[in-house]
Structure formats: C-alpha cells, structure tokens
C-alpha cells in the first residue's frame, strides 16, 4: 500500500492547528501509521532539505524546521502521495487555492504549515529518513 511523509512544520503547531491538520486527512479516508511530537536537529533538517541545498533559501529551512517542535507523520492509502499534496495545497500558500490546507491557513511561502512529499521514491526517502520501521503501526482499518 502506498505511503507518504507529511510534517507539521513549526508554524503548524504554534498556531495550534495540529488538530485541524489531521482532521483533514483522517476525514478524506488516509490511515496514519506513524506519528510523532518531536523537536529536529540540524543534520535531521539538512538531510531532509538535501535536495534544495543549493538554493537561496536553504539556510532559512534549516533554521525554520529546526526552531521548535513538529508532527512527523506517514499516512498510508491508495494514491496518497498525490492526493495529499492536493489536500496541503499549492507551495505558496498566496496561490493556493481555498479549501486546500495552505489556501485556507496559509499567508507566507517560508511559513506554509505543513510538508508533503511530492513523489513516491521522495516518500520512501523521507519515511526511511524520519521513522525506524518499528515506529510505523501496520494496520488496516475494518469500517
Ligand atoms: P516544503 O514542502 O517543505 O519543501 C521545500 C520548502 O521550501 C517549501 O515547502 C517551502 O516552504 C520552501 N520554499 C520554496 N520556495 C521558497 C522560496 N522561494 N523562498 C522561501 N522558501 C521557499
């Protein structure tokens, strides 16, 4: 079964939309296998942003991701790596559209509540990354 790694950046928990996050992607019928409350170290954050290291935003990730706490999460579900990053909305949160994550909580592209990865081999990555396996809870639900 497909899965994805969502993380409720910094911004997402200060302004305590951590319940409403989630809430979206239980109600669109994604299961949540692995789930964690957790501050990130730098090595963590410039392991996760490799694939930007060259950009000019790099070093703002870095701090960003690195300055509080965060939801690790990996969600499981038929096409859920796609369909969630419909659910999170455009990376701009001023072009997102409304009804989407970023669209409706959203104001500021450094500050866009929440990560998704955006293909499958990125998900396999990122999963590896944050979650040993004996942290992911391999269930189906039976309703
Ligand atoms: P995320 O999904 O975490 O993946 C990379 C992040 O880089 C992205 O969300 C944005 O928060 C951030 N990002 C992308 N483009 C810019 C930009 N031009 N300036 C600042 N941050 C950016």
Known sequence: ??????????????????GEIIKRFETKGFTLVGLKFMSVNRELAEQHYDVHKERPFFG??????????????????DGVVSAARKVIGATNPLTAEPGTIRGDYGANIGRNLIHGSDAIETAQREIALWFKDEELVNWQPTL
């Open 1 to 18: 079964m497909e899965r994805t790694f969502l993380a409720i950046k910094p911004d997402g928990v200060q302004r305590k939309l951590i």
């Open 60 to 77: 703002n990730l870095v701090e960003f991701i690195t300055s509080g706490p965060i939801i690790a999460m990996v969600w499981e579900g």
